[in-house]
């Protein structure tokens, strides 16, 4: 079946560069849960398609610009690992916060070699968070842990189970252990009638996951992939716009930062601005 854009084709004055039309294949064997989030995502792009009955309310969508903003040199940045359950929310719980360059979900703590989503073994689902130290520290990052799930339930996180989904801060040395050793006995203090399940491990390796499994939330939302320019993966991965967006799309970012990225978006279906840049 496919599924396309007719209200296009009656308005000649309407220009394709304007206006994006979506086109959707779907297959009579497609599962019926994945036919129906097509449809669904379909449905969202659609009613902004209709918006282009006036150009002055529609999205242009241009050519992908290959060129990428300036970035910090890896050298710049530090890193920090964490596992606070499942991994396509831990990723977006990092991504927005000012400071943070890139995130990565992956797999840390456990023995196996080149862990899989279906066969990691004794590692946990996990988040690399490459941050600049001049705009964010490693304490400030314990606090967004610490406040991003709940470390004294049992081997997971709401309705995910499993150790997988366990609680862990991994340390780079002795001071970022002395760090997480304190904010955990910090945590620790704010109720003794439980005990926190939070581990604290020396990082050996961080596997990264499987390309679906990055920028998941954002992934979710075919708009936003199409306001940054449908970036190609390898970008999407590295991108920190796309890590932004990625915590916007989960509604994780805080608050000014969602409104702030509310309002970009916003302009941009008003004005018909070609390609979201930044937020």
Same mark, same amino acid.
């Given at each position: 079946?496919?599924?396309?854009?007719? +209200?296009?084709l009656?308005?000649? !004055?309407?220009s394709l560069?304007?206006c994006?039309?979506f086109?959707?294949?779907?297959?009579? #064997?497609?599962?019926?849960?994945d036919?129906?989030?097509? *449809?669904? &995502?379909f449905?969202?792009?659609?009613?902004l398609?209709l918006?282009?009955?006036?150009k002055a309310?529609? *999205?242009?969508? $241009?050519?992908?610009?290959?060129?990428t903003?300036?970035?910090?040199?890896?050298?710049?940045?530090?890193?920090?690992?964490? /596992?606070?359950g499942?991994? +396509?929310?831990?990723?977006a719980?990092?991504?927005?916060? %000012?400071?943070?360059v890139?995130?990565?979900s992956?797999?840390?703590?456990? @023995?196996?070699? &080149?862990?899989e989503?279906?066969?990691?073994?004794?590692? !946990?689902?996990?988040?690399?968070v490459e941050?600049?130290?001049?705009e964010? &520290?490693?304490r400030?990052l314990?606090?967004?842990? +610490?406040? @991003?799930h709940?470390p004294r339930?049992?081997?997971?996180q709401? $309705?995910?189970v499993?150790p997988?989904?366990? @609680?862990i801060?991994?340390?780079n040395?002795?001071?970022?252990?002395?760090?997480? /050793?304190?904010s955990?006995?910090?945590?620790?203090?704010k109720?003794? @009638?439980s005990?926190?399940?939070?581990? *604290?491990?020396?990082? #050996?390796?961080f596997? $990264?996951?499987?390309p679906?499994?990055?920028k998941?939330?954002?992934k979710?939302?075919?708009?936003?992939?199409?306001?940054?320019? %449908?970036? $190609?993966e390898? #970008?999407?991965?590295?991108? &920190?716009? !796309? /890590?932004?967006? %990625?915590?916007? !799309?989960?509604?994780?970012?805080?608050?000014? *930062?969602?409104?702030q990225?509310?309002?970009?978006?916003n302009?941009?279906?008003?004005?018909g +601005?070609?390609?979201l840049?930044?937020?």
């Open positions: 079946m496919h599924v396309q854009c007719p +209200w296009l009656d308005r000649p !004055a309407i560069s304007y994006h039309c086109h959707y294949t779907i297959s009579e #064997e497609m599962a019926s849960a036919r129906n989030l097509l *449809i669904l &995502n449905l969202t792009l659609a009613s398609s918006f282009c009955a006036d309310f529609c *999205i242009r969508i $241009p050519d992908r610009d290959s060129t903003p300036r970035e910090l040199s890896d050298q710049s940045l530090k890193t920090a690992v964490f /596992a606070l499942s991994f +396509w929310r831990s990723e719980v990092f991504g927005c916060l %000012n400071g943070v890139r995130t990565t992956g797999y840390a703590g456990g @023995s196996k070699i &080149n862990p989503y279906r066969s990691l073994g004794d590692h !946990a689902e996990s988040v690399m941050y600049d130290p001049k964010i &520290n490693f400030q314990l606090e967004v842990f +610490w406040s @991003s709940d339930q049992v081997f997971g709401g $309705p995910d499993g997988q989904y366990r @609680s801060i991994f340390t040395g002795t001071e970022e252990a002395r760090l997480a /050793a304190m955990k006995e910090r945590e620790q203090t109720s003794r @009638s005990i926190l399940t939070t581990q *604290i491990q020396q990082l #050996e390796s596997y $990264p996951a499987e679906e499994h990055q998941f939330e954002l979710r939302h075919p708009m936003l992939l199409q306001l940054i320019g %449908n970036l $190609p390898d #970008e999407l991965e590295v991108s &920190n716009l !796309a /890590a932004k967006l %990625n915590g916007y !799309a989960a509604e994780l970012c805080p608050q000014r *930062i969602q409104k990225i509310d309002a970009k978006i302009g941009i279906i008003r004005r +601005w070609p390609v840049r930044e937020v």
